[in-house]
């Protein structure tokens, strides 16, 4: 594991370094058991260590080693942006890919409406409330969920996803907000997100 100082103190991260682009991975809610040890969070870094480049999993704020305490999301983006300007400083990511998986979709989100230059952001099952935070420009972004998901209204998922400029849908048949039993799926739908970024760039 590495550390860093972070806007709350030390944050914890994983780092898997290979040069050229790099994703930086965010976790579900801290309250309810998430951190960088997520299994879906597992799946979308192997999904992207196939098409090449670095990733980055980290811990917001009070979770295992990173320092501080849970901040409604707000110290979270700040985390992340801690945690993206490393990337770029220290391991020379050529371009930076966002991803979050609930929780921390939302996270994600926020934080590159911060940032400059965002190659992609990747959304896995958010929370919708949380999706309300303009961008003056989104990057292109994916947005991943389950049909049978409880926490995210597909409707409600697919009118955001067409209200912005440069987003796409992918809908999992039959995948809950946990992605049980759908790992093949997610795996698969990491996959295009990837490639299609790739494959533009």
Known sequence: MTQ????????????????GDCALLCHPHPLYGGSLHDAVLGLAEEA?????G????????????????????DGEAEDAACVANWARATLGARTL???????GAGVAWRTAAELDD?????????PMPSMDFPHRIAPPTVLIHG???????????????????SARLITLQGADHFFSGAANA????FDTAFGARKGSG
């Open 147 to 165: 049909d049978q998901d409880d926490f995210v209204d597909a409707a409600f998922a697919t009118k955001w996803a067409a209200d912005q400029e």
């Open 54 to 73: 670095s990733s980055i999993r980290f811990n917001f704020r009070g979770v295992g080693a990173s320092e501080g305490s849970f901040d409604g999301g």
């Open 186 to 189: 997610l795996a698969a739908a």
């Open 97 to 103: 890919t966002l991803l979050g998986y609930s929780f």
């Open 4 to 19: 860093i100082a972070g806007p709350a103190g030390v944050l914890e991260l994983a780092v898997d370094e290979r040069g």
């Open 48 to 52: 992207w260590q196939r098409q090449g």
């Open 118 to 126: 965002i190659a992609q952001i990747v959304l896995v099952a958010p």
